[in-house]
């Protein structure tokens, strides 16, 4: 059944800056002992997926079956739970689309091996104006291949690799191979094989706490909170903090760890977020360093 126009929220800008990202890397591939089924992921406002391509998805906000995330480059984006199905709609600066599924991919789930889904996503893309309207029709076809056992974090994590197939026009466009961790409830890589361009693979590095979906003020808040917590240390204060939002039910608790000088020399220090958002526990791992303004600034390899 076509899904209802859906409605839009407004792209968050704002950026806490402060809190600033490590590495993770995934390599190789060997066999991975029995996973149980898995269900549908669950996902929390505020989550933040970071790839190693760059690009990151913000969940903005999640409604029952619906998540609307924002993208790195700007773009609204709005998919169900299953994170094996296209967006159906999303939106840019200039384009947008609407769409609606006919059949259903959450037959995959609960994930076992050997199941399989099939559908069909239509999408009526357009500018934002309404002119230049096409329509697109996608048949997809998923199965749950088989298990994995691949290295993430240098540690090893059995996956689901479930791969889909996309024909349009009767032609072969597209494979989408996905390494999902039931552990996590997400990709820990995606892979892309397109019939007429290049394939793209990314990896996940982290999943994290986006604070740039709290109002300005509790930013602000936060942002004090830790650079209070931060200085604390060089005056022998206590090395953790606490912080709660008064608008979501978002709090966090503030773990100094080890100093260290960065290539210009200044001082630097490690710390932890640990985001509390409803039952959900999200780590940031984060360090800063002391700039001459005595303003502590997120630290980058650089040190400039």
Known sequence: ??????????????????????????????????????????????????????????????????????????????????????YYNWQTSTRRARGWIDGSGDDLWPLQVDKSADFVLTRDVANNDGSDKKRYRQHWQCEVSHTETITWRQQPWPVFVVECNQQSRGFWRETARHYYSPQLGTDLVIEQIFRRRATVRKELVSVEFDTSILPQTEQRSLIETVQRTLNGIRNGAEKTAAWKSASLPVSVQIQVGAGFRDPAGRDCRNYVGTFFVGARKITNNRAGCLDQSGRWIPYTQKGA
Do not use: H
């Open 1 to 86: 059944m076509r899904n209802a126009e859906k409605r839009w929220i407004p792209v968050l800008l704002l950026m806490s800056g402060l809190f600033v990202t490590g590495c993770q890397t995934l390599t190789g591939g060997r066999p991975a002992p029995e996973l149980r089924q898995s269900n549908l992921p669950d996902v929390t406002t505020g989550q933040k997926f970071v790839y190693d391509d760059g690009t990151t998805l913000t969940a903005l906000l999640v409604e029952r079956d619906k998540i609307f995330w924002r993208a790195s480059n700007g773009s609204i984006r709005e998919s169900g739970r299953n994170p094996f199905v296209p």
